[in-house]
């Protein structure tokens, strides 16, 4: 209670514990020792709340990471978009949601293998991908991102709607499909499996798109198309061509992306992929849009941002805390954390 | 030459305040006739409020060439602070119109601080960047207002932040009650006090745009080191357009809050930017006439004619937006359009995103 | 130019349609609606049925509650007309769960030619739609929106004013959100089911803060500690760790949830993959966890709620309303379905026995029903509560049923 004292600012007892500012008021002297103190309020021994605080530290971190690897790999996808086509692909939040449900009907209505139902979403999502693009998009290429970008809000649109007319509204529970236990390491601290899974897959993804990008003929060809579209065409390249592929390939990693973000967090309903897909897209931006580390890099920071700004300021306001981190960040650094800095031409 | 390009323009902008006038003469005849079902009826004050936004958002993304994805935000700093003005006046025997002026007044005032201190560190940065940090405004201010309260009692006005307790004397009342938002407002917006707003607006946009200050915002649009090298102070003509702009989008608000019961910090939330940004891009960029009619069919259409559809009245819609901005960027069919009005030909401004 | 042409030319055709549309739906209200959502009833020979009205959110984030209660309105307006005489028809209009989207669904029904209302069923759009409703006094009961806004009349304790007057038309078929958190509080505290109590409530929405506000001041007064309270909002709420692990740290052997199922879900999936295992209170919104597609029950084994309606109840009403449901809709149905269809047969029993002039004005039906509803010899006996009965409040007087999940089903508590 004591700990109420150190904000007069008009707070009642009443609702005293809502706003943390206690916990941050103290912690700002005693690093994050408010949350052994409030602990109920058991005095320990110094040592033992040290490892306390240290415990709950590590554990936020890990659920930070747990949430910032599935932003990582939708910002995946996103920022492989991005970098090519110069859109923002607001449908790409749907298209995961379309991968999820895919997989989940697979896996829990026909109980097959997750593995299936990962190819399964991967193929259909490929499929949807490709056909959105050869519809919607592929005959704006010529005018304004921004027509793109509108088009894109209408896909967004008709998949939302679409989904929920095919599927109903209901909530669906997504299955566990990693398991639902993890690694322990110290006592109560367990990494869940899907962490792990999803972490693993990032990092192969990441692995694979930059061999992808820098080895390949098709690969080339993108970035070539991301430098600078006419130039592409004059060397050769068949721009049309290499965006669709980006759109397949982007389409692919939403499903995979859609699995992971609902095995981590299984409420499916047809908007479960557009908070995520913007979450994500501003992890993409934060990273440096484009970049393909950097979007990885991006949805980690943004997830243990997130988490931390609940845990030690509040949860209220987690939300507007991230967007705040996130403006600083740009400010200081104006093209993200590992984006490139382009030079300007007159 | 040149007198032909500004008449050419003015004729632009005369063609934009004649269709306004004339839709505002037709549609208040018919609701004076009592011939409007009350279904349109009740859209035509919000609708204002949207073409008021898309238009200010217009000055942003057409003619300042920034794309902002968080115009929403500075409808909410408008409708809230206006809201709350007209319900701080209320009982003080002040008329509904000089209350309703009042809210827009200052909801355009408040939402201008908010595009200076929203501004002067987002028009540092750069095309998407920017688009990214005007979001992420957006739900700051979203937040904020979600959890602010604020009430009056004889003593006048209390704010509190995250606590509702705001320790409010007897006799008083509940303004802005934090997720609950602002209920039990008295509907205060009329659909003249919208028109007026709307040509203020036209007046002020299509005058700056012709004016010195409009030249050089166009010029940063167009290339900002060449406009830079020729002395244009960037900074600040990107401001003031982004103020503007700003100002505009709180009078919206205000209008908007002041024609519902009930306003949430939530409405304003990132959708609402993108739909006001859909009107926008429709409308064709730059486009002031454009704007105002997207604004109005995307508007209206899913409130009224598509609910015949039912289950499918969003799905159609859905269609209906990708379709209007497949055809109206078609080049096939623009070519066609070209020859059947060959005077019109005139090139359309284009943001550098 | 050419671009401004055609937008024009286009718009110019859908307003046209607009209006033509508005038009028909507005003169002829004695035509057919022309949507899907009508009811198969039709005349038969007994007068032209009585137009009840809805809205809800039919599509986006919070389509299960509006789609649930238009299910459980229809089949009780089936129910109805198959009986013969007084006939009804049902028509939902989709408001997205966004006050001004709703007024609009509002006055699309007013145009219809509405005569009583089942109002909205999420609480900020009712607060909206209650006072139109009363502005053009047309008798509104809602099956879920449990905002004290929406009713209008309560006395704020600290100003000792009204902040909105009570609107004398409108009516609660679902509990009113102060009730549920003092008589959670109370039944915390006289069961002695914790010592140390955490809650996470949703602080964007009005139902959870309400409940949460009127909980926490109920557990100051009986001397509840509440040990950690953390919030969530839309945009948030795919993560609970924080709150669990605040929840946890700080000791709490119950949690108390003001919130709606599918968000109680996330947190009890969460909470049991870190082991954390207190008791889970939860309220009305809670109800339909266990019938969640792919949730395991096990999960939820323990939970203590309060609740109105249990659909795995024996009784005879509930278990035909359940299998009718299942066989129309493929689901099983939530609180909200129960509480809308209780609406439509409260509204009929109001009626049934009246003498209705063909055509009755939704004004004077407003006059009839107000009058019944409010009268002490009314009284209904539905699927959310047994003889429930309303006074000028407009709030219905039925108790909650402590429920605890015990083997994947609700057991009574008391």
């Not at chain 2, 030459?1 to 500004?6: A, C, F, Q, S």
């Not at chain 2, 827009?104 to 940065?125: D, H, K």
């Not at chain 3, 508005?22 to 007068?47: K, L, V, Y």
Request: with cysteine; aromatic share 8%; charged share 15%.
């Amino acid at each position: 209670m004591a700990l109420f004292l150190l904000y007069p600012i008009n707070i009642t007892l009443r609702r005293g514990t809502r706003w943390k500012r206690g916990k941050r008021g103290a912690g700002s002297v005693r690093g994050f020792a408010p949350y052994a103190e409030s602990g109920g309020g058991a005095p320990g021994q110094p040592e033992a709340k040290l490892e306390v605080v240290s415990l709950s530290l590590v554990n936020n971190l890990i659920n930070g990471v747990s949430l910032g690897s599935v932003y990582a790999i939708i910002a995946l996808g996103y920022t492989m978009v991005y970098g090519i086509a110069k859109m923002l692909n607001f449908a790409h939040g749907d298209v995961i949601m379309v991968g999820a449900y895919i997989c989940f009907f697979i896996c829990s209505d026909f109980g097959m293998s997750p593995i299936l139902g990962i190819l399964a979403a991967v193929l259909v999502c490929t499929l949807l991908g490709v056909l959105i693009e050869q519809l919607a998009y592929k005959p704006l290429r010529q005018v304004t991102s921004l027509a793109v970008l509108i088009t894109a809000i209408g896909v967004s649109y008709f998949l939302q709607n679409a989904a929920q007319l095919m599927w109903t509204s209901n909530p669906r529970i997504f299955p566990a499909i990693f398991g639902s236990g993890g690694i322990q390491l110290i006592g109560d601290l367990t990494i869940p499996y899907k962490t792990l899974v999803t972490i693993g897959a990032c990092l192969v993804i990441m692995a694979g798109l930059i061999l992808f990008t820098g080895k390949t003929r098709t690969g080339k060809a993108m970035r070539a198309c991301s430098e600078d579209k006419d130039a592409a065409q004059l060397m050769g390249i068949n721009v049309n061509r290499t965006i669709s592929i980006t759109f397949a390939i982007g389409s692919a990693l939403a499903a995979v992306a859609g699995v992971l973000l609902c095995s981590a967090y299984p409420k499916l309903i047809p908007t479960t992929g557009s908070m995520p897909g913007i979450k994500a897209f501003t992890a993409a931006v934060f990273g440096g849009i484009g970049s393909i580390p950097g979007a990885f890099l991006g949805g980690i920071l943004l997830g243990v941002i997130e988490i931390f700004s609940s845990a030690y300021l509040s949860t209220e306001l987690a939300n507007a805390i991230v967007f705040l981190v996130l403006i600083v960040i740009l400010l200081v650094k104006p093209t993200g954390l590992l984006g490139k800095k382009v030079s300007e031409k007159v | 030459m040149k007198r032909l390009i500004i008449r050419k323009k003015s004729r632009k902008n005369f063609i934009t305040y004649g269709v306004v006038v004339a839709a505002f003469i037709v549609l208040a005849s018919v609701v004076s006739a009592g011939a409007m079902p009350s279904a349109l009826q009740g859209l035509l004050v919000p609708m204002c409020a949207y073409i008021i936004a898309a238009i200010s958002l217009n000055l942003t993304v057409g003619v300042l060439g920034e794309l902002s994805l968080g115009h929403a935000g500075f409808m909410s700093v408008g409708a809230f602070c206006g809201a709350t003005a007209a319900m701080a006046l209320n009982g003080a025997g002040v008329p509904d119109w000089a209350r309703m002026a009042a809210a827009v007044a200052v909801g355009a005032l408040l939402a201008a601080v908010a595009g200076v201190v929203v501004g002067v560190p987002v028009l540092r940065l750069r095309g998407d960047y920017l688009a990214i940090v005007t979001l992420a405004f957006g739900e700051i201010i979203k937040t904020v207002v979600t959890n602010l309260y604020v009430g009056k009692d004889p003593a006048g006005l209390r704010v509190g932040f995250l606590n509702p307790d705001i320790g409010l004397g007897k006799g008083g009342m509940m303004i802005v009650n934090g997720p609950n938002g602002i209920s039990g407002i008295t509907k205060i917006s009329t659909l003249t006090a919208g028109f007026v707003i709307i040509l203020l607006c036209l007046i002020i946009i299509f005058n700056l745009v012709d004016s010195r200050s409009g030249r050089a915002i166009m010029a940063l649009r167009d290339n900002r080191i060449a406009a830079e090298s020729v002395g244009i102070n960037a900074t600040q003509y990107k401001l003031m357009a982004f103020v503007i702009s700003a100002a505009m989008a709180g009078a919206a608000g205000a209008l908007y809050a002041l024609s519902q019961n009930t306003v949430t910090a939530n409405k304003f939330d990132f959708n609402t930017s993108i739909l006001i940004l859909v009107f926008v891009v429709l409308g064709g960029l730059g486009n002031m006439l454009g704007s105002i009619v997207a604004a109005t069919v995307l508007y209206i259409l899913p409130e009224t004619w598509l609910r015949q559809f039912s289950d499918y009245r969003m799905l159609i819609y859905a269609v209906v937006l990708i379709l209007m901005m497949l055809i109206t960027n078609n080049a096939k069919i623009r070519i066609w359009m070209g020859k059947l009005l060959p005077h019109k030909k005139e090139k359309e401004g284009e943001a550098h995103v | 130019m050419k671009k401004r042409f055609l937008a024009l030319s286009l718009a110019l055709l859908l307003v046209a349609g607009c209006l033509a549309a508005c038009g028909d739906n507005g003169g002829s209200s004695a035509a057919p609606a022309s949507t899907a959502s009508t009811a198969g009833g039709g005349d038969n020979g007994s007068g032209a049925a009585i137009k009840i009205g809805g809205t809800g959110p039919l599509t986006g984030g919070a389509a299960i509650y509006g789609n649930a209660a238009k299910n459980g309105a229809q089949i009780a307006v089936d129910e109805i007309n198959a009986l013969g005489g007084l006939q009804l028809e049902l028509r939902y209009e989709d408001d997205v769960h966004d006050p001004e989207k709703a007024v609009t669904a509002y006055n699309t029904l007013k145009d219809w030619g509405m005569q009583a209302f089942l109002g909205s069923v999420t609480s900020k759009p009712a607060v909206a739609t209650s006072t139109e409703a009363n502005n053009d006094h047309i008798f509104f009961l809602t099956p879920s929106a449990s905002s004290t806004d929406v009713l209008g009349g309560v006395e704020n304790p600290l100003t000792e004013t009204i902040d909105i007057p009570r609107k004398d038309n409108i009516f609660q078929m679902c509990f009113v959100d102060p009730n549920q958190g003092s008589a959670s509080a109370q039944y915390i505290y006289d069961q002695k089911l914790g010592t140390k109590v955490a809650v996470i409530y949703k602080n964007d929405d009005v139902y959870s803060t309400g409940i949460y506000n009127s909980f926490a001041a109920k557990a100051q007064e009986l001397g509840v500690a509440i040990v950690s309270t953390t919030t969530f909002t839309d945009d948030t709420s795919t993560d609970f760790s924080v709150q669990i692990a605040d929840a946890k740290e700080n000791g709490a052997d119950l949690v108390f949830l003001p919130m709606y199922y599918e968000a109680a879900s996330m947190i009890l999936i969460q909470a049991d993959s870190v082991g954390y295992k207190p008791q889970w209170f939860g309220v009305d919104g809670m109800d339909g966890i266990l019938t969640l597609d792919g949730f395991n029950t096990e999960l939820a084994e323990g939970v203590m709620l309060l609740t109105p309606f249990n659909a795995d109840s024996d009784d005879e009403a509930t278990s035909k309303f359940v299998s009718t449901y299942k066989e129309k809709f493929g689901d099983v149905p939530n609180q909200f379905a129960a509480d809308a269809y209780d609406c439509v047969w409260s509204i009929y029993n109001a009626i049934k026995d009246e003498e209705l002039p063909e055509g009755i004005s939704a004004s004077d039906l407003c006059d009839k029903l107000i009058a019944k509803f409010t009268s002490p010899d009314f009284s209904y006996d539905g699927l959310t509560g047994e003889s429930m009965t309303w006074d000028e409040t407009g709030a219905v007087s039925k108790s909650p049923k402590g429920m605890v999940i015990q083997g994947g089903a609700y057991v009574g508590l008391d």
